[in-house]
């Protein structure tokens, strides 16, 4: 049964939802922290810094620090959200979010924004594409990549209340609000946005409005996809994804990351063992991004709307 | 500096011995690990758990406990030796340490074994959480303190100066480190792999306030703890001169006894020459609570 979406259209920044959600958490819970790397307005911790500047931490360019930091205030009973570019943290963290964070099992929250080639015009450097595999591998790592600025923020709201590690990716350009108040969230359940028997697009991020259209257009060529917006890779829902490998038969995977280790690679994981369908995987194919608008790129790396349908066809043929 | 009566030295002399002796059998039996700064710290770590540090072994869990993070968590057979001996597990457990199922693993992990407040190993690692901590217990007006030991060696390594150049920036003055500052890292000596001095004047540069001291002084020791708790507004970095395998002749300033285990033969020896003590001041006494 699929949820119902109100698709009125509206933009905003995925990013921006995640500080609206900081927010609400902060007034919420008074051992909300936040702990940013000299990044606080674009990853969308403004708001916190200027309401509670007590409970925020400037850390300066200093990623490791930040997130060990954040392991220490954790341990001592404090909810930090640590937040820079997902280049940088996870990127450059990466051995403190093993080491300081993980094996403690800290419930830190490292939060990266500006993940994937919509970055845009700051290039390759600064398109985080390989951030949901090195923080999935990870054991006690929850990883959640919201669809929307309605989702950022009710995934900050949960993710506060998670006594366990958590990284939550996030995207710098304004995209399309696709999911209301009323919209069903809860970490580690796969939602399902729109119904069909073809076949099954399960996408993350900014990748599940683009799916939807897809889905959309497809159904005009007679071929009825059901839309999955798998927010939380780790823990995957299992159980949603065994249900559509079931009943679809075939599965297409959309991420604005590497195929290697991603998305794709979590759901095959499953489907392999235990029920093996064919499979395609929309991503980024062991490229680094570049320069352009959030759209050229997106066309660039095969992750358009086009490009999803092409792999449902494609799929869908054998 | 405030000093200890001879009694109080010559009681954690005592122990710092049997903590040395500790060292030896589990590094033996264990067939590997890192004896070199696990004796040349057992001064050091007697002083803390047996003098300075405000805990309960009994409630390791207790919220007001101070909380030591040891950084460079290869030594961490002394901090299972000084962990046992102040009451936090039977002694008999350490000689199962780096064996498979045991509690004591190779480095430091949290949650296996009552006392340990995080996991390390990888070097450069500690200090920040100890900022984390520091920064937690000043929100919170609480009046335990973070205690963070880290190797010279582990200087070498970018985050630790990350954290320093951010605690003295702000004026983190909850926060006491303590340097094992043996001169040895594991290729050999720090002044000629990676130099280091002059390390009290980068400390005093970055905003710390810093104090020198013999480590294997509990006198100094403990007065440069207490000294830190008097400077309120800027972290300390106890520079502490140890002497790598303290206390057993033929490892002494080895830098191959940084991470090399004793065989039998080389064990019996050490455990000779550490011998001459009296009685073990043995910890069926009970727990021992600094409060």
């Given at each position: 049964?699929?949820?119902?979406?109100?698709?009125?259209?509206?933009?905003?920044?995925?990013?921006?939802?995640?500080?609206?959600?900081?927010?609400?958490a902060?007034?919420?819970?008074?051992?909300?922290?936040?702990?940013?790397?000299?990044?606080t307005?674009?990853?969308?911790?403004?708001?916190?810094?200027?309401?509670?500047?007590?409970?925020?931490?400037?850390?300066?360019?200093?990623e490791?620090?930040?997130?060990?930091?954040?392991?220490?205030?954790?341990?001592?009973?404090?909810?930090?959200?640590?937040?820079?570019?997902?280049?940088?943290?996870?990127?450059?963290?990466?051995?403190?979010?093993?080491?300081?964070?993980?094996?403690?099992?800290?419930?830190?929250?490292?939060?990266?924004?500006?993940?994937?080639?919509?970055?845009?015009?700051?290039?390759?450097?600064?398109?985080?594409?390989?951030?949901?595999a090195i923080?999935?591998?990870?054991?006690?790592?929850?990883?959640?990549?919201?669809c929307?600025a309605?989702?950022?923020?009710?995934?900050?709201?949960?993710?506060?209340?998670?006594?366990?590690?958590?990284?939550?990716?996030?995207?710098?350009?304004?995209?399309?609000?696709?999911?209301?108040?009323?919209?069903?969230?809860?970490?580690g359940?796969?939602?399902?946005?729109?119904?069909?028997?073809?076949?099954?697009?399960?996408?993350?991020?900014?990748?599940?409005?683009?799916?939807?259209?897809?889905?959309?257009?497809?159904?005009?060529?007679?071929?009825?996809?059901?839309?999955?917006?798998?927010?939380?890779?780790?823990?995957?829902?299992?159980?949603?994804?065994?249900?559509?490998?079931?009943?679809?038969g075939?599965?297409?995977?959309?991420?604005?990351?590497?195929?290697?280790?991603?998305?794709?690679?979590?759901?095959?994981?499953i489907?392999?063992?235990?029920?093996?369908?064919?499979?395609?995987?929309?991503?980024?194919?062991?490229?680094?991004?570049?320069?352009?608008r959030?759209?050229?790129?997106?066309?660039?790396?095969?992750?358009?709307?086009?490009?999803i349908?092409?792999?449902?066809?494609?799929?869908?043929?054998? | 500096?405030s000093?200890?009566?001879?009694?109080?030295?010559?009681?954690?002399?005592?122990?710092?011995?049997?903590?040395?002796?500790?060292?030896?059998?589990?590094?033996?039996?264990?067939?590997?690990?890192?004896?070199?700064?696990?004796?040349?710290?057992?001064?050091?770590?007697?002083?803390?758990?047996?003098?300075?540090?405000?805990?309960?072994?009994?409630?390791?869990?207790?919220?007001?406990?101070?909380?030591?993070?040891?950084?460079?968590?290869?030594?961490?057979?002394?901090?299972?030796?000084?962990?046992?001996?102040?009451?936090?597990?039977?002694?008999?457990?350490?000689?199962?340490?780096?064996?498979?199922?045991?509690?004591?693993?190779?480095?430091?992990?949290?949650?296996?074994?009552?006392?340990?407040?995080?996991?390390?190993g990888?070097l450069?690692?500690g200090?920040?959480?100890?900022?984390?901590?520091?920064?937690?217990a000043?929100?919170?007006?609480?009046?335990?303190?973070?205690?963070?030991?880290t190797?010279?060696?582990?200087?070498?390594?970018?985050?630790?100066?990350?954290?320093?150049?951010?605690?003295?920036?702000?004026?983190?003055?909850?926060?006491?480190?303590?340097?094992?500052?043996?001169?040895?890292?594991?290729?050999?000596?720090?002044?000629?792999?990676?130099?280091?001095?002059?390390?009290?004047?980068?400390?005093?540069?970055?905003?710390?306030?810093?104090?020198?001291?013999?480590?294997?002084?509990?006198?100094?020791?403990?007065?440069?703890?207490?000294?830190a708790?008097?400077?309120?507004?800027?972290?300390?970095?106890?520079?502490?001169r140890?002497?790598?395998?303290?206390?057993?002749?033929?490892?002494?300033?080895?830098?191959?006894?940084?991470?090399?285990a004793?065989?039998?033969?080389?064990?019996?020896?050490?455990?000779?020459?550490?011998?001459?003590?009296?009685?073990?001041?043995?910890?069926?006494?009970g727990?021992?609570?600094?409060?």
């Amino acid at each position: 049964m699929a949820v119902q979406l109100d698709r009125k259209g509206g933009k905003k920044a995925i990013r921006t939802g995640f500080g609206e959600g900081l927010l609400m958490a902060a007034e919420r819970d008074p051992s909300v922290v936040g702990l940013c790397a000299d990044v606080t307005d674009s990853v969308g911790m403004g708001g916190l810094r200027d309401r509670y500047p007590e409970r925020f931490v400037q850390m300066g360019v200093h990623e490791q620090l930040m997130v060990a930091v954040a392991a220490g205030m954790a341990l001592a009973g404090k909810r930090p959200f640590a937040a820079s570019y997902a280049v940088f943290s996870p990127g450059r963290s990466w051995e403190a979010v093993r080491t300081n964070v993980c094996l403690n099992d800290a419930p830190v929250r490292v939060v990266g924004s500006h993940a994937g080639v919509s970055v845009g015009p700051d290039g390759a450097s600064h398109q985080a594409l390989e951030d949901i595999a090195i923080m999935r591998s990870l054991p006690n790592m929850t990883v959640v990549v919201p669809c929307d600025a309605t989702e950022a923020r009710k995934a900050a709201l949960a993710l506060a209340e998670l006594d366990s590690p958590s990284y939550l990716r996030l995207a710098r350009p304004k995209t399309e609000i696709i999911t209301g108040e009323e919209t069903p969230f809860r970490i580690g359940r796969a939602e399902t946005f729109r119904d069909g028997r073809d076949c099954a697009i399960i996408a993350c991020g900014l990748m599940v409005p683009v799916a939807l259209r897809a889905a959309d257009e497809l159904s005009s060529e007679g071929l009825e996809c059901r839309v999955i917006n798998c927010h939380t890779i780790k823990p995957i829902d299992r159980e949603t994804v065994l249900s559509a490998a079931e009943t679809c038969g075939r599965i297409v995977t959309c991420e604005e990351h590497q195929v290697a280790g991603g998305l794709g690679s979590a759901v095959a994981e499953i489907v392999v063992e235990a029920n093996p369908v064919p499979m395609a995987m929309v991503g980024v194919r062991d490229r680094f991004g570049q320069s352009g608008r959030d759209s050229e790129l997106l066309k660039e790396y095969g992750l358009d709307v086009e490009d999803i349908k092409k792999a449902v066809r494609k799929i869908c043929s054998k | 500096m405030s000093g200890i009566d001879g009694k109080t030295a010559a009681n954690l002399q005592k122990i710092a011995n049997e903590i040395r002796k500790d060292i030896i059998r589990m590094t033996n039996r264990a067939g590997s690990g890192h004896p070199g700064g696990a004796l040349g710290m057992a001064d050091v770590l007697t002083a803390l758990y047996f003098h300075i540090l405000r805990h309960d072994p009994k409630r390791p869990d207790w919220p007001e406990r101070d909380r030591l993070i040891l950084s460079n968590g290869h030594i961490c057979p002394v901090l299972y030796a000084s962990l046992a001996r102040s009451g936090y597990f039977p002694a008999e457990e350490l000689v199962t340490l780096r064996q498979f199922g045991s509690r004591l693993q190779g480095h430091p992990e949290r949650g296996h074994l009552p006392g340990i407040e995080s996991a390390s190993g990888p070097l450069g690692a500690g200090l920040a959480q100890a900022v984390g901590l520091a920064l937690a217990a000043k929100a919170d007006g609480a009046e335990w303190r973070p205690y963070c030991l880290t190797s010279d060696g582990e200087h070498d390594a970018g985050p630790h100066w990350e954290a320093v150049l951010f605690a003295g920036s702000r004026g983190i003055g909850n926060l006491t480190m303590l340097v094992d500052r043996n001169s040895i890292q594991l290729d050999g000596p720090t002044e000629k792999i990676m130099p280091l001095e002059p390390l009290a004047e980068k400390y005093r540069a970055f905003g710390w306030n810093v104090t020198e001291i013999d480590g294997h002084d509990f006198s100094q020791v403990i007065g440069a703890c207490e000294g830190a708790r008097a400077v309120a507004d800027r972290p300390t970095a106890v520079i502490c001169r140890t002497v790598l395998g303290k206390g057993v002749s033929f490892m002494e300033n080895d830098h191959r006894w940084h991470g090399q285990a004793p065989n039998d033969e080389q064990a019996a020896q050490a455990l000779r020459e550490l011998a001459p003590n009296p009685p073990s001041p043995s910890s069926d006494e009970g727990a021992h609570a600094n409060r």
